[in-house]
T-cell receptor, first 114, second 115 residues
């Protein structure tokens, strides 16, 4: 079985500050990992993905995530928050054992303060 | 590409009525997914298709829900009869196997309100 835990349902950061969103996964086999972003009243948009190549993955809008197998983590970071980063972020896992199903975390809503 | 297209974007209906949500996946994609999003339960996978064939419908809440994919470019999710607890945002997503990753692309969603 696969599962995803996102620590913190809400995160508040100041504009220009570091954004750190935590994601831990559980998977019986090497997983594929994804971060999606959802802006208000929109669908989910892929930020980045880990596919067993480089452990540090760079995505769109200046975001990156690092896969750490020993910690079963895939935390999302951005060095400097922008007002436009205010959104909800979802971590997701897919393993071959689960077919083509994605399992999503509960989401983390990011508020950016000016 | 136009992306995944869903219609309607908003639907308001009365309890007991039939509701049909529609989805057009990205051309060439061979997987299609239906999700439901609520504050209480987050994102839930309802059903997914591969090459128009339902593969896993274990997330469909009950017999009032049904989904079809008559061809590669169209799918429907039907609720009959609808109930207030069905109020949610319903997303359709599609994917294509690329190096085994199966990256999913989401539509804008249909916000359903059942009164």
């Amino acid at each position: 079985a696969q599962s995803v835990t996102q620590l913190g349902s809400h995160v508040s950061v100041s504009e220009g500050a570091l954004v750190l969103l935590r994601c831990n996964y559980s998977s019986s086999v090497p997983p594929y990992l994804f971060w999606y972003v959802q802006y208000p009243n929109q669908g989910l948009q892929l930020l980045l993905k880990y596919t067993s190549a480089a452990t540090l993955v760079k995505g769109i809008n200046g975001f990156e995530a690092e896969f750490k197998k020993s910690e079963t983590s895939f935390h999302l970071t951005k060095p400097s928050a922008h007002m436009s980063d205010a959104a909800e972020y979802f971590c997701a896992v897919r393993s071959k054992a689960a077919g083509n199903k994605l399992t999503f975390g509960g989401g983390t809503r990011v508020l950016v303060k000016p | 590409d136009a992306g995944v297209i869903q219609s309607p974007r908003h639907e308001v209906t009365e309890m007991g009525q039939e509701v049909t949500l529609r989805c057009k996946p990205i051309s060439g994609h061979d997987y299609l997914f239906w999700y439901r999003q609520t504050m209480m339960r987050g994102l839930e996978l309802l059903i997914y298709f591969n090459n128009n064939v339902p593969i896993d419908d274990s997330g469909m809440p009950e017999d009032r829900f049904s989904a079809k994919m008559p061809n590669a470019s169209f799918s429907t999710l039907k609720i009959q009869p609808s109930e207030p607890r069905d109020s949610a945002v319903y997303f359709c997503a599609s994917s294509l196997r690329q190096q085994g990753v199966y990256e999913q692309y989401f539509g804008p969603g249909t916000r359903l309100t059942v009164t």
